[in-house]
């Protein structure tokens, strides 16, 4: 058996809903769904915007075991409003990595992995989208004194907006080719800053600045995968079992100021450019 | 946005629940709960507006033996809906049925079963 | 999903511009003074900010109640060497800076046992978009921040945020949503939101007109503060005589306002963000969510 997945035989992770994805990430495929569909707790907001609701308002929190482990994980339903988060979806993921915390300050070591396909903040719940990702940053943070808080971002809507920050904060990452990481939405950058600046049209610009192989290859990134559900699923437990980073990417503000030190940005930047500016082994 | 209910005859009472699909674009969810017996009721909510006959056929196609006949478990079928057509309304209430029928609860929307749900 | 991409879209600056032609001169005429280098220079008695940081960054070490205490403030820099970073945005550096400067103050606090109170000076007109900033990481460069003001609260530092001006999406999450109290000015140009108005109703395809009537409707889709406040997520709404250029009364109502915040902060036994929870029917679901986890956990 070859250790790369055979294309035909692969299991694609990046077409599996929010569910089927949980259920390829934990041990046994065997979870238990908070505050499931059938609870019909939806988004107090939409139904008067005329917009249809969510049974899970698009997030499926789930307790299980990965690697023997006590795992919550959080997933993202990307193809229900863009995986965009509003009050009750936010909520869920802010209030399981704080039950997760309050489990490590009792001695139980439950570990939080995100299933990030998001475009961040709910628009049509704005400001309470945007409080429950301060809250979900604020809960990555003490989580992860106790426990690495690992983030999937597989593909195809990516992970971006406030969410991206939350990547950002996760002690490890993991992305696929498919996937993309960045703040701004494409269309955004363009409108506010033009499209000489940035053509959200030209999509291997784009997958070259903020593509899941790109993000690899400036550090930014931990863990590069082929869109399989067992490699995933690997690369998870692999990582689980570094533990604790000794220091958090987050926390690496000098590092980063110095390297980007430099760079001058005079003149426009390339994908090339930036992995020579921020690949590992580069001079701080 | 409409919203729409309709009622069938029906069996006893499901045995269990399911729920499948996502409220993405072109697609829709589809919950599946017990009902007292002899009825089945549907409420679907839409965001296309207008297709209240289409989704009258779609459902009336389905409950009146294209899926399941009036001997079929009660259920209480709420669908949530962002733009399906006929067609892939029909295939995720076959795959909720099928969901039903083999107990397990709660399906994705990408066809495999969950171990979940208690 | 296409859009229509209109030539004056792209006039520099205007895209981001939502607040009226009122706020747009008084910015343009003078840049020199945006709403957070105003207060933080009335705040802390025109203290010389820290050399080492870019002009972008203000860091001053004051005191508040008599205790120490670190202002920070993200200003306009139009001569920054990140053009899209030149109106008081939070980008690249901005953020790493921010993180730098507050880890600076956690370690230097550390065994002091007075961690230091951290004021963010809050006027931030979003994050920076552009290339450079996606192709070199904006997203961990405000994590970088985030996560910073959200360590030092959990170590102790008394954190507030005053909102004085615009509290924007990324911005507004870098610096100063991971404050223990948010306080902010009664006043027109205090906005709080996660996009611009003009973006926003591209983003989803509606006029800003039915966003405008939307938000009426739907508090958390408003931009202004009484809205933003019944969301039940401010410790205190302020009124001051001038927003734009402090004085001296201003200046007092606010200093108190900051103590206050201090004190409450000090004698909470809880580090994390739960006051913000409670507040309001606007909020209900937030918390009837974190009841049905904990219930089921």
């Known amino acids: 058996m070859s250790a790369t997945p055979d294309f035909l035989s692969r299991d694609s992770f990046v077409e599996r809903d929010a569910r089927a994805r949980v259920q390829a990430l934990v041990d046994d495929g065997r979870f238990r769904e908070l505050i499931d569909p059938f609870e019909r ?30 795992v919550v994980v959080l997933a993202i339903e990307g193809a229900f409003q863009g995986g965009s988060l509003g009050e009750v979806g936010g909520a869920k993921i802010a209030g399981a990595l704080e039950l997760a915390a309050a489990d490590n300050r009792r001695g139980v070591p439950t570990r939080a992995l995100l299933v990030l396909e998001t475009g961040g903040v709910r628009l049509q719940e704005a400001n309470l989208g945007l409080a429950a990702i301060a809250e979900i940053h604020a809960a990555i943070v003490d989580l992860r004194r106790y426990q690495p808080v690992i983030g999937i971002i597989a593909g195809t809507v990516g992970c971006f907006g406030g969410m991206s920050i939350a990547a950002g904060l996760c002690s490890y990452l993991v992305m696929t080719r498919e996937a993309r990481l960045g703040l701004n939405g494409p269309q955004v950058i363009e409108q506010e800053a033009g499209v000489a600046e940035y053509d959200s049209r030209d999509r291997p610009f784009i997958w070259g600045l903020t593509g899941g192989e790109q993000r690899y290859r400036t550090g930014l990134v931990d863990t590069y995968v082929d869109d ?43 994908a090339e450019q930036v992995r020579q500016l921020l690949a590992e082994g580069a001079e701080s | 946005m409409e919203k729409f209910e309709y009622r069938y005859p029906a069996g006893v009472t499901a045995g269990g629940r399911a729920m499948v699909g996502v409220v993405g674009s072109g697609d829709l969810e589809v919950l599946l709960e017990p009902n007292a017996a002899g009825t089945t009721t549907v409420s679907v909510t839409t965001s296309v507006n207008g297709y209240g006959g289409v ?64 | 999903m296409s859009h229509d991409v209109k030539p004056n879209d792209f006039a520099d600056g205007q895209a981001r511009r939502d607040a009226g032609a009122s706020d747009r001169a008084a910015s343009q005429s003078d840049r020199s003074l945006s709403r957070g280098a105003a207060w933080l220079a009335a705040l802390t008695d025109d203290a010389t900010p820290l050399a080492g940081s870019p002009a972008s960054v203000r860091v001053v070490d004051g005191s508040l109640g008599g205790e120490p205490c670190r202002y920070i403030a993200v200003v306009p820099d139009p001569a920054n060497p990140y ?95 991971q404050a223990n109290r948010l306080i902010a000015l009664n006043d027109p140009g205090v906005l709080v939101h996660a996009m611009g108005k003009a973006a926003a109703a591209r983003v989803t395809l509606r006029s800003i007109e039915d966003l405008e009537r939307l938000a009426s409707d739907v508090p958390p889709m408003a931009y202004d503060i009484a809205s933003y406040r019944s969301l039940g997520l401010l410790w205190k709404l302020l009124d001051v005589g001038n927003a734009d250029r402090p004085e001296a009364a201003d200046v007092t109502v606010v200093r108190a306002a900051l103590e206050a915040a201090r004190r409450d902060i000090v004698d909470d036994p809880e580090r994390d963000l739960r006051s913000r929870l409670g507040g309001g029917a606007n909020r209900d679901a937030s918390s009837r969510v974190r009841g049905r986890l904990a219930a089921l956990w």
């Open chain 1, 41 to 70: 707790l939806v988004s107090p907001w939409l139904l008067r915007q005329g917009v249809v609701t969510q049974s899970d308002d698009g997030v499926v929190v789930a307790r299980g075991e990965i690697d023997g482990q006590p």
């Open chain 2, 55 to 118: 989704w009258q056929a779609q459902l009336d196609r389905v409950f009146k033996g294209a899926l399941v006949g009036p001997d079929a478990p009660a259920v209480q079928v709420e669908i949530n809906d962002f733009g399906a057509t006929p067609g892939v309304v029909g295939m995720r209430l076959a795959q909720a049925f099928a969901v039903l029928g083999a107990g397990s609860g709660v399906g994705s929307a990408s066809g495999a079963a969950s171990g979940g749900g208690s």
């Open chain 3, 83 to 177: 053009p899209r970073a030149r109106d008081g945005e939070v980008g690249l550096i901005e953020g790493w800076e921010l993180g730098r400067r507050v880890h600076e103050a956690i370690v230097a606090d550390r065994d002091s046992g007075r961690p230091r109170t951290i004021v963010a000076v809050i006027d931030v007109t979003s994050q920076a978009y552009g290339r450079r900033e996606e192709a070199l990481g904006i997203h961990a460069a405000l994590a970088g921040a985030a996560g910073a003001y959200a360590e030092a609260r959990l170590a102790g530092h008394p954190v507030i945020g005053l909102v004085v001006g615009k509290a924007m999406s990324g911005a507004f999450l870098a610096h100063g949503y």
């Open chain 1, 228 to 270: 399989d559900s067992t490699a995933l699923r690997a690369a998870v437990i692999a990582l689980f079992r570094r533990g604790r980073p000794a220091v958090e990417r987050s926390q690496r503000c000098e590092q980063f100021l110095a390297r980007l030190k430099r760079y001058d940005p005079a003149g426009q930047v390339t």
